[in-house]
């Protein structure tokens, strides 16, 4: 009898889903005391809460496309969600609120045109769990993407980017590895209004390695719902790795304002099978100068 009643409850809640016409969201709410339903138009394939290691919140994925999630401790802290479904990724911040209209944790991510969804061609093979690791399948939101690039000197960003380039500070606390690939934080500057950022990338594996994008992203420890675009102004160093190579790379943004608890997000798409490295960086890894109170 449980069991009967609750597939008439899901079968419900997804007849409302396919009904309401819901735009397309940016972040995910939950509860205490409710579950948080989101649907998709096509079969999941990945499903990933924060690193694929978070245990705040337990979810279940039923007939493929519909995902029941609640909280299972007091007051979790915001993270990152990424679900991909048919041919499509979003990455959105799922988040937790004291008080919510039950009518708002009904979420439909199937048809229309998403800011927060990309197409892709690539593949993953999950089975619809947590795929473990930094290695989500994750779209670049598109609220800022029409942030223009500054100007700049080209030459004397070289310059300086290739001075910056050259010293070996790691941190490897702040690294990440996929497909034999490696991307390791180095060190952050600001200068004259853009933030230089380093990162050592080493290929392990014996394949060929092409960058086909990269996405870097501030999330603000204020504003929990909303990811900020940072373009790519400049970049130092190789898009294309053999097998066994390592190099530095420094990527040249507008320096955005940031505070202690914020974060940024760094994302390389490969270009070969689609795959991404995503590397979460708090700000407390940068120099204390670039920070603001």
């Known amino acids: 009898m449980k069991q009967l009643l609750l597939g008439v409850f899901c079968v419900c809640f997804l007849s ?35 690193d694929g290691k978070n245990s705040d919140y337990d979810y279940r994925i039923v007939d493929g496309n519909v995902v029941f999630i609640r909280p299972v401790v007091a007051n979790p802290k915001p993270t990152n969600l990424v679900i991909r479904e048919g041919d499509n990724i979003f990455y959105m911040i799922l988040a937790y609120r004291d008080k919510v209209e039950l009518s708002k944790l009904k979420y439909n991510l199937s048809g229309g045109t998403a800011a927060n969804r990309t197409p892709t061609g690539g593949t993953t093979s999950t089975g619809g769990s947590s795929t473990g690791g930094n290695t989500a399948a994750t779209a670049e939101p598109a609220a800022d993407d029409n942030t223009p690039l500054p100007d700049i000197d080209t030459v004397t960003v070289s310059n300086i980017a290739a001075d910056f380039m050259k010293q070996r500070k790691l941190q490897r606390q702040y690294e990440t590895t996929s497909e034999g690939v490696t991307v390791t934080f180095s060190q952050a500057m600001s200068l004259n209004n853009l933030m230089y950022l380093s990162f050592r990338i080493r290929n ?12 870097i992203m501030h999330k603000l420890h204020t504003d929990t719902t909303t990811l900020h675009h940072l373009p790519v102004a400049y970049k130092k160093g190789p898009s294309f790795f053999g097998g066994r190579d390592e190099e530095n790379v420094v990527f040249v943004t507008p320096a955005p304002v940031l505070k202690k608890s914020d974060e940024l997000i760094f994302i390389m798409y490969n270009a ?18 670039m920070l603001t109170k």
């Open 16 to 50: 409302w889903s396919q009904a309401s016409g819901q735009a397309q969201p940016d972040s995910i709410i939950t509860t205490k005391g409710a579950v948080t339903l989101i649907t998709c138009g096509s079969s999941i394939s990945t499903f990933q809460i924060g």
């Open 204 to 215: 392990q594996s014996g394949t060929p390695y092409q960058v086909g994008k990269i996405t």
């Open 272 to 289: 070969a099978t689609k795959n991404q490295i995503v590397l979460y960086i708090p700000t407390t890894a940068v120099p204390k100068y």
